[in-house]
């Protein structure tokens, strides 16, 4: 059962990460590559797949935060909203392969979905960010980079 409670505090540690609470996934995620005994391909897959459904949470916030009620509280013009929804379309939404990175992954996950960014593009590219990362933790955990 150890195994187990090593994927689900690492699932939960990466989850927790990946939302708008303070939280490090990577010392929990070195640390179970170091001392759990768990296949390291096992431990990124769970790592990568908490902390994905974590951005995800961030986007249903920012899809919430867009509605008509919510633009009207927080004072968002719709022409402003369709023009900044317009240039993150064509030149923003890469940036949503710095979702990996601190401070700024994950309010770059909200804004996308604030900006209406499809949830077809949003999670493979988040899929892409987050597993790059925990390879790093990974490779640097073992020595090798």
């Known amino acids: ?13 990466a989850f927790l990460a ?3 609470v303070p939280f490090s996934s990577e010392i929990v995620l070195a640390t ?7 296949p390291w391909t096992a431990l990124i897959a769970v790592a990568t797949v908490g902390n994905v459904l974590g951005s995800i949470v961030n986007w249903y916030l920012g899809r919430a935060l867009a509605s008509e009620k919510a633009a009207r509280i927080i004072r968002v013009k719709r022409e402003n909203l369709a023009r900044a929804e317009s240039w993150y379309h ?3 939404r890469w940036s949503l392969l710095l ?7 994950d309010p770059l996950t909200v804004v996308a979905g604030f ?3 499809p949830l077809w593009f949003f ?11 925990y390879l790093a933790v990974a490779a640097i955990t073992a020595g090798l980079i």
Request: no cysteine; net charge positive.
């Open 32 to 38: 179970a590559l170091t001392t759990s005994g768990q």
């Open 115 to 117: 900006l209406r960014e």
């Open 123 to 133: 999670i493979p590219v988040v899929i892409v960010a987050k597993t790059g990362r």
């Open 99 to 105: 979702s990996w990175a601190p401070v700024i992954g």
């Open 1 to 13: 059962m150890l195994g187990g409670s090593v994927f689900a505090g690492l699932f939960a540690a």
């Open 18 to 20: 990946a939302t708008i």
């Open 90 to 92: 064509r030149w923003g």
